[in-house]
Each structure stands twice: as structure tokens, then as C-alpha cells.
């Protein structure tokens, strides 16, 4: 299996454009999880789904973060307006299932610059 | 407010030495805990999990779990510079795991 993959890698933006990261879970795998990482604050989760149904969307910071799973194998963080305080890394993370091994697969994340 | 402490370093040891990562949580209904290593620019991997109170050994990584005292360990045997990452302490109750912010890791040749 290629992995948990990301696209893009790299994103720069300027303050109040929308930004739309994506993500491609491992095949199989019934949950995924989207992740914020920033010196300050550590990993964060932000949202995580269960058979592509939003379960805990706590995480997210305020109304300008949205997510979707339309499908099995697709999801899509989306940020509008975006504001140089969302810069930082975002990881996508899938998991078969919610055992005690429970390990999380992480993806390569997106570094997002916001000007 | 589920809590996950960990000293951010940089943790310095020689190359060949021991290298201690300690983790302290607040959650006592927490039930799983686990180490992830972080290289630079990259995204976490897990080395170890531990449930039960005590040692769990996987080659030069021993996890060590403390539930009376909150804390759960890394150490690493023989460091080499490879060793040379950032070490994220998680711990789940439940659901979902909560991750300390790390420590750096410098082995140093």
C-alpha cells in the first residue's frame, strides 16, 4: 500500500484566500483523523471520522475550518477565510480500527504558509 | 482538560549512551500510551505502545508504565545519531489519543 497520501505538500497563500487540503486514507481503513502541528501547541487533533461520518469535530478551531469524507477513500480539509495564524502542518491519519494497539498512520502532511 | 506533559529538550547524550524520555499524563482513566519519533520535516511513526504497568522491550527501546504515578517512559539503548528525532509521548483513554508536544532528541557522535 502506498501509504496515507496528501496533496499538496506545500502550500502558500495569501491572507483571506480559501485553501483546501486533501487526503487519501490507507485502503481499508475505517477511521481518519486530521491533525494540526505547530511549535507552539503541539499536534492537535482537529476532526476525525468513522466510516467517512464525522464523529468529533471538537478539535476544529472556529467556523472558518470544514471538513468532508465524501467517499471511503477521499477527504478534504478546507479553510475560509485563510489568516496567517493557520500556518503550520497538517497531518492526515488513518486507522483500521480503535483497538489498544491502535496505531495511527500518518500521512506527509501539508506545510501551509499563510501571508 | 486531558493533560500530557513532556520536557521539550533538547535531550543531549553521547552516542552509545542510554537516552531517557520521560511523559507525564493527567488522565488517570487513561488505559494506552504510546511513543511516536518525529524526524525533522517529516510525519510521526510509532515505535512502542504499552498498556500493562511495567517493561515492554522491543530491541533497544523499552517503554516503562507507571499508572500510580502517571508517567510513562522511553529509553533507548546503545543511542546512535539516527536516534537523533523529536519523541511524542500520546495517551488514550477511550477514543482518541492525546499527544504530549515532545522531546528533542540529539545523539551526539
Known amino acids: 500500500d502506498a501509504g496515507v497520501i496528501q496533496s499538496p505538500r506545500h502550500e502558500v497563500t495569501e491572507m483571506g484566500q480559501e485553501v483546501t487540503l486533501r487526503c487519501k486514507p490507507i485502503?481499508?481503513?475505517?477511521?481518519l483523523f486530521w491533525y494540526r502541528q505547530t511549535m507552539m501547541r503541539g499536534l492537535e487533533l482537529l476532526i476525525y471520522?468513522?466510516?467517512?461520518?464525522?464523529?468529533?469535530d471538537s478539535g476544529m478551531p472556529e467556523d472558518r475550518f470544514s471538513a468532508k469524507m465524501p467517499n471511503a477513500s477521499f477527504s478534504t480539509l478546507k479553510i475560509q477565510p485563510s489568516e496567517p495564524r493557520d500556518s503550520a502542518v497538517y497531518f492526515c491519519?488513518?486507522?483500521?480500527?480503535?483497538?489498544?494497539?491502535?496505531?495511527?498512520?500518518f500521512g506527509p502532511g501539508t506545510r501551509l504558509t499563510v501571508t | 482538560q486531558k493533560e500530557v506533559e513532556q520536557n521539550s529538550g533538547p535531550l543531549s547524550v553521547p552516542e552509545g549512551a542510554i537516552a531517557s524520555l520521560n511523559c507525564t499524563y493527567s488522565?488517570?482513566?487513561?488505559?494506552?500510551f504510546f511513543w511516536y519519533r518525529q524526524y525533522s520535516g517529516k510525519s510521526p511513526e510509532l515505535i512502542m505502545f504499552?498498556?500493562?504497568?511495567g517493561d515492554k522491550e522491543d530491541g533497544r527501546f523499552t517503554a516503562q508504565l507507571n499508572k500510580a504515578s502517571q508517567y510513562v517512559s522511553l529509553l533507548i539503548r546503545d543511542s546512535q545519531p539516527s536516534d537523533s528525532a523529536t519523541y511524542l509521548c500520546?495517551?488514550?483513554?477511550?477514543?482518541?489519543?492525546?499527544f504530549g508536544r515532545g522531546t528533542s532528541l540529539i545523539v551526539h557522535p
Open positions: 500520546a495517551v488514550r483513554g477511550s477514543y482518541i489519543p492525546t
Open positions: 485502503s481499508g481503513h475505517d477511521y
Open positions: 504499552i498498556y500493562s504497568n
Open positions: 491519519a488513518s486507522s483500521p480500527i480503535m483497538d489498544s494497539s491502535y496505531e495511527q498512520y
Open positions: 488522565d488517570r482513566g487513561s488505559q494506552s
Open positions: 471520522f468513522n466510516n467517512n461520518v464525522p464523529i468529533d
